[in-house]
């Protein structure tokens, strides 16, 4: 696996390196002691999928209060989506194409928001979690706050669910 650092602190791609042969190709995608030796956690205790019929659907932008900070290793498994992670103590966010394709991987740390836009229908996400989700410390941004000015790719039309537009903004 190759870690590519995003310019956020403890945020990486995760690009597996493919092997090719006539039958196709193997790449290994998560690797416990690889994370480790880089300072990132390597516990997966919830492994979840985010299927989406639509494309333009955004979700997001989400994360767990303390004590229930998740770090999330997130994978697009079918279609093509903008991921997006959220440095929320300093104000920063990154992004990333992922793919079925490409099959890049988005490491994102503990106390990090992170969201989605959907860019082709049908596509599906996969989420390898660190901690047990708890409703009780569920959050959120809104995915327009201006004072983070994420720059989401247009789309014809915007699925968006009614708890995601009430988020609140940053400020």
Known sequence: MIFRPT?????????????????????????????????????????????????GTLRGLHFQTAPHEEAKLVRCTRGR????????????????????ENGLGLYIPEGFAHGFLTLEPESELLYQISVPYAPDAAGGI????PSLAID????PTLTISDRDRRLPTLR
Do not use: M
């Open 142 to 145: 809104r995915w327009d706050d």
């Open 7 to 55: 310019g956020l602190p403890g945020c990486y791609v995760v690009e597996p390196e493919r092997h090719h042969d006539e039958r196709g190709y193997f790449a290994r995608t998560f690797a416990a002691d690889e994370f480790e030796r880089r300072g990132l956690n390597p516990n997966v205790s919830e492994v979840s999928t985010s299927g989406n019929s639509k494309a």
């Open 81 to 100: 989506v903008f991921d997006v992670a959220v440095d929320v103590g300093r104000r920063r966010w990154t992004a990333v194409e992922l793919s079925q």
């Open 152 to 155: 989401w790719p247009a789309v």
